[in-house]
């Protein structure tokens, strides 16, 4: 079982500034099965990232994806209000999903 | 514009079974190579993923969930359905439906499901 880990675990920066959150994999992940989620309080998660670098449909081009092998990262290049919210990292592999434990990015 | 719904009941008592269902519309659960799956998030937690079924009818489960885990899907009706055995406090949490193809591109809202007697 592939486990996902997070850092930082909280990241507090102000709007216009530049977020950089890291996923790191125990195992190789493929590049086209590691996508991001954006979720705020009381709403399910949306989709970010697609296959480590694609963005999903909507998503601001501020947004960003990179990495392969065991280390991704989503770069949010100058933050606005609505993106301060929780970050998750996801990988798929052998029909089964996994969840990173989210980087919470929040208005210093 | 696929739209996931959740439904159930939002208590239910210690050792029993939790019980939900996901009506799909705007698409069918059995078109196409998608899995449909089940995800949780505790209060004030992270996500866990449960279990998905394959378009064609195959499961696969979480292992630290899987002896208690099952899933099915209705195609007449256009649902999938969860069932989680033996449940205690600590599957008190919001259950949210998804579809997936190697990410989760489509989510119900959730449905908070408590586990107390």
């Known amino acids: 079982e592939i486990v996902l880990t997070q850092s930082p675990g909280t990241l507090s920066l102000s709007p216009g500034e530049r977020a950089t959150l890291s996923c790191r994999a125990s195992w190789s992940v493929s590049s086209d099965y590691l996508a991001w989620y954006q979720q705020k309080p009381g709403q399910a998660p949306r989709l970010v990232i697609y296959?480590?670098?694609s963005r999903a449909t909507g998503i601001p081009d501020r947004f960003s994806g990179s990495g392969s092998g065991t280390d991704f990262t989503l770069t949010i290049s100058r933050l606005e209000p609505e993106d301060f919210a929780v970050y998750y990292c996801q990988q798929y592999g052998r029909s089964q999903f996994t969840f990173g434990p989210g980087t919470k990015v929040d208005i210093k | 514009q696929l739209q996931l719904q959740e439904s159930g009941p939002g208590l239910v008592k210690p050792s029993e079974t939790l019980s939900l269902t996901c009506t799909v519309s705007?698409?069918?659960?059995?078109?196409?190579?998608?899995?449909w799956g089940w995800i949780r998030q505790p209060p004030g937690k992270g996500l866990e993923w449960i279990g998905s079924i394959y378009y064609s009818g195959g499961t696969f489960y979480n292992p630290s969930l899987k002896s208690r885990v099952t899933i099915s899907v209705d195609t007449s009706k256009n649902q999938f359905s969860l069932k989680l055995s033996s449940v205690t406090a600590t599957d008190t949490a919001v259950y949210f439906c998804?579809?997936?193809?190697?990410?989760?591109?489509?989510w119900g809202q959730g449905t908070l499901v408590t586990v107390s007697s």
């Open positions: 705007g698409g069918s659960v059995s078109g196409r190579s998608y899995y």
């Open positions: 296959g480590a670098s």
């Open positions: 998804a579809r997936a193809e190697y990410n989760f591109d489509y």
